[in-house]
């Protein structure tokens, strides 16, 4: 009984161990926006950096997007809206400590922000 308890016991404290080294959720990634000074269809064109300042890889990002629209054109690949979310780089890694980038154009820009996302620790 006192073995399966202490091996019961070490289990919870290894995955306390992981769970502390793997300390990054969605709400790590960043999202900025900042207008490019270009113009597209008479619209300002945004460009957008989504950050990830974690050592983990992040996968299936989703964005809220509600309201997405641009007149440039997005390729698939690099955000496909659906419904009020945009998948992004469809759904393939954005390794640690780097940005991916693109750019869209219309009035004004819109809020994006990370609501899901895999996060892969090596
Ligand atoms: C994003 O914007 C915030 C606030 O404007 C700024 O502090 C941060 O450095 C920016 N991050 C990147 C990667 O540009
Ligand atoms: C991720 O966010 C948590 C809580 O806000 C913070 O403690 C941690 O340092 C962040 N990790 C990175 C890599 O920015």
């Known amino acids: 009984m006192a073995t399966i308890l202490n091996f019961l016991s070490a289990i919870i404290f290894l995955s306390f161990i992981s769970r502390g080294y ?10 900025n926006q900042s207008q490019t000074g270009s113009q597209v269809q008479n619209k ?7 950050s990830n300042p974690c050592r983990c890889t ?27 979310n945009c998948l992004i780089n469809n759904g393939n890694p954005i390794v640690g400590l780097s940005t991916f980038s693109f750019n869209y154009a219309w009035d004004s820009s819109f809020s994006l922000t ?9």
């Open 44 to 50: 300002p064109e945004w460009k957008v950096t989504i």
């Open 22 to 31: 793997c300390q990054c959720v969605v709400q790590n990634v960043t999202v």
């Open 114 to 122: 990370p609501v899901s996302a895999q996060i892969a620790c090596s």
């Open 58 to 84: 992040v996968l299936d990002l989703t964005l809220s997007c509600t309201g997405f629209q641009t007149v440039e054109k997005i390729d698939p690949s690099v955000l496909s809206k659906s419904g009020d």
